[in-house]
């Protein structure tokens, strides 16, 4: 099989929170990549939406590099939340989650609540979301007593109502794991 010459990509821009830009040589993996500016590659991936597979990098590529110490990142949907619905974790005072989602209703009458949790080794807090806007719908939330790190997993869900609020919820529609 022939191989045809595949130009490089490049980003229309790297927004503030990316920090370098940085051109594939030969060898680079995403992974490799990733490993030497010290970030994740689910982060590295996300901030690299011109690279239709990460898997496939060409050699002249231009990533957008995100500061390790990003205020902001976008978490994981499963396969429920619907089309065009996003969130963000932010690490200002603690853990913000913010997402984009319809009203609660639906997904179902047995929904009251979206919930944001923050999952640690030995603990976890979470806080009810509230719609702070209508279109598009946002809902916004708090967590002050955690802080993001390597080893928390944020979960957003859809939850029925009832007293244990234990993660991850009923029906997960965001995951950073």
């Not at 490049?10 to 830009?21: L, N, V």
């Not at 209508?134 to 916004?140: L, M, R």
């Amino acid at each position: 099989m022939r191989h045809r010459n595949l130009e490089p990509r490049k980003p229309e821009i790297c927004y503030r929170h990316s920090a370098t830009k940085y051109t594939v040589k030969r060898g680079d993996t995403l992974y490799s990549i990733a490993s030497h500016f010290g970030i994740s590659v689910h982060d590295l991936a996300m901030h690299n939406g011109h690279i239709p597979n990460p898997r496939f990098l060409i050699t002249g590529d231009v990533l957008c590099i995100p500061k390790t110490k990003a205020l902001c990142s976008f978490i994981y949907p499963t396969k429920e939340p619907p089309k065009n619905s996003y969130a963000v974790i932010s690490r200002l005072n603690g853990i913000t989650c913010i997402t984009n989602l319809p009203e609660i209703e639906s997904f179902g009458e047995e929904f009251v609540y979206y919930h944001c949790y923050a999952v640690g080794p030995n603990e976890f807090r979470y806080v009810e979301l509230s719609n702070i806007s209508q279109n598009p719908s946002i809902w916004i939330g708090e967590i002050r007593e955690m802080n993001l790190g390597p080893k928390i997993r944020v979960i957003i869900s859809a939850v029925k109502e009832n007293e244990l609020h234990k993660p991850p919820g009923d029906l997960i529609l965001f995951d950073s794991k």
